[in-house]
């Protein structure tokens, strides 16, 4: 009876070998005959993580709610939405259904948040929206810090913006006295620390990143803060290679050590929302008017999270005025993402990193065409360009998600492209692919098309693409 029960043991084996895509040297194991098409769903199943504040304890607790999601882009949006849709006795209670989501745009660590109400809203309900999204943000999409804005207006407490908003955790009624207790007693102090992100531009692309820094808001003096965070924006970054101050240094430390109230007065002015700053051309690290805009949004958003007011910074540079609002500063949004490339020896994969627009960050067809255009002079000797021809949009006829998996249909062009590689090129190429989008957290498993048909394999390769292919840690060179 034993030996049948092992038998039986090595049959499943076998048979649940043959239905997994595994690297084999040809001619070891048969390629079936027939390749799985895959099923298109058409949604992607993602298990979010959101919270809510206990009604007997007002602890925040997590709870995972499972969504359908058409576009990965707009997750974001719809993770926000699941949490103002949770049911009262676990989410916002009533204030979930007076709330809607404008949008969501992130930038690396940091996510800014647009919220509509439709009725007014407590400072504390407030706060507790705020933290509970900053919450559900931070836990499913790679951010530390959110700023909220409701009604286009950042949310405050007696008028008095709280900053960025981090992972919050405990009982969130005592989280909120405590701010609110600290900023009641400001009469002695006249300030107190909020987390705010400096933004610095890249030196090649048209595009910001933060860093997260905490700053003192002045109370009676928001105009001498205004001078202390452009005096340590024009520092420039702390650990970030390849960006610069978008600030002179040395003006500033000139202008907060020398010069007089009258002749501050003369540069930065700030009033019902609006800063100025004159003599631009002096001020700004750069030589053209035309540079000036991907400077002005650095300040704009390095500014916003300590003046709850502001909405437009006005420029004057010699007798020009540029203009600035959160629209036009939103284009310079940029965001920092992983893909892999193959390594020199051609047996491993290795992480880079790439700078892009913010609205790309989630666009996984960026991703392939960011492999296929391979390195750039910031990557390490260690990494190589291996796609055949490099690679257009044309190339990818679509890449679409279902359930976990990504559905990627390449052209018969593409396809020969590749039989023109060695089989270890070829692997290279696959799992650059697949290593790339199986960091998302939305994608575990990844299936190849040529032409909107299912393929055994591409021609003169030992990598089986019969079904989907997962990522292969072991490839990636640590």
């Not at 965001?335 to 020199?344: F, G, T, W």
């Amino acid at each position: 009876m034993r030996k049948y029960r092992i038998l039986a043991l090595l049959l499943a084996c076998v048979i649940g070998l043959s239905s997994c895509s595994i690297l084999k040297e040809s001619g070891t194991m048969e390629t079936p005959l027939t390749p799985q098409q895959p099923e298109y769903k058409g949604y992607l199943e993602y298990y979010a993580s959101l919270y809510r504040i206990s009604e007997s304890t007002g602890q925040i607790t997590g709870y995972t709610d499972t969504l359908y999601i058409v576009d990965w882009t707009n997750s974001p949006e719809e993770i926000l939405e699941a949490l103002l849709a949770s049911p009262s006795e676990i989410g916002l209670g009533h204030i979930g259904s007076k709330i809607e989501v404008k949008s969501v745009t992130i930038s690396d660590s940091v996510a800014y948040v647009q919220l509509e109400a439709g009725s007014y809203l407590t400072e504390k309900q407030q706060y507790y929206l705020a933290s509970l999204t900053a919450n559900a943000l931070i836990d499913n999409c790679d951010v530390e810090y959110v700023e909220v804005k409701l009604n286009g207006r950042i949310i405050t407490l007696a008028g008095l913006p709280t900053g960025l908003y981090g992972k919050q955790e405990g009982i969130l009624e005592d989280a909120y006295q405590q701010q609110y207790d600290t900023i009641m007693s400001l009469e002695e102090s006249q300030h107190y620390m909020v987390n705010g992100a400096m933004y610095f531009p890249h030196y090649r692309e048209e595009l910001i990143l933060p860093e997260i820094f905490s700053v003192n808001v002045n109370v009676k003096e928001p105009l001498e803060m205004i001078r202390q965070v452009l005096w340590e924006l024009s520092k420039g970054p702390r650990y970030r290679q390849g960006y610069q101050a978008p600030l002179r240094e040395t003006v500033f430390t000139q202008m907060l050590s020398f010069y007089t109230v009258e002749e501050l007065n003369n540069y930065l002015s700030y009033e019902n929302g609006v800063l100025t700053i004159r003599h631009a051309e002096k001020l700004f690290s750069c030589s053209m008017i035309k540079d000036m805009d991907v400077r002005m949004a650095c300040v704009f958003y390095t500014l916003q999270s300590v003046l709850p007011e502001l909405q437009y910074l006005y420029c004057y540079w010699n007798d020009s005025l540029v203009l600035m609002d959160v629209q036009a500063a939103q284009r310079y949004l940029g965001d920092e993402i992983s893909i892999y490339l193959p390594s020199e020896d051609m047996n491993s994969v290795q992480e880079v990193q790439r700078l892009v627009h913010s609205d790309e960050a989630l666009e996984l067809r960026s991703y392939i065409m960011l492999i296929g255009k391979g390195t750039q002079e910031e990557d390490p000797d260690t990494v190589v360009s291996v796609f055949p021809g490099g690679l257009t949009n044309e190339d990818l006829l679509s890449l679409k998600i279902s359930g976990d998996c990504a559905i990627l249909d390449f052209t018969e062009d593409f396809s020969k492209s590749m039989e023109r590689l060695d089989t270890q090129g070829q692997v290279m190429v696959i799992y650059s692919i697949v290593n790339t989008l199986c960091t998302s957290d939305a994608i575990s498993r990844v299936q190849f098309l040529v032409e909107g048909e299912a393929i055994l394999k591409f021609e003169g390769s030992n990598l089986s693409l019969v079904s989907p292919l997962l990522p292969n840690p072991g490839l990636v060179k640590r």
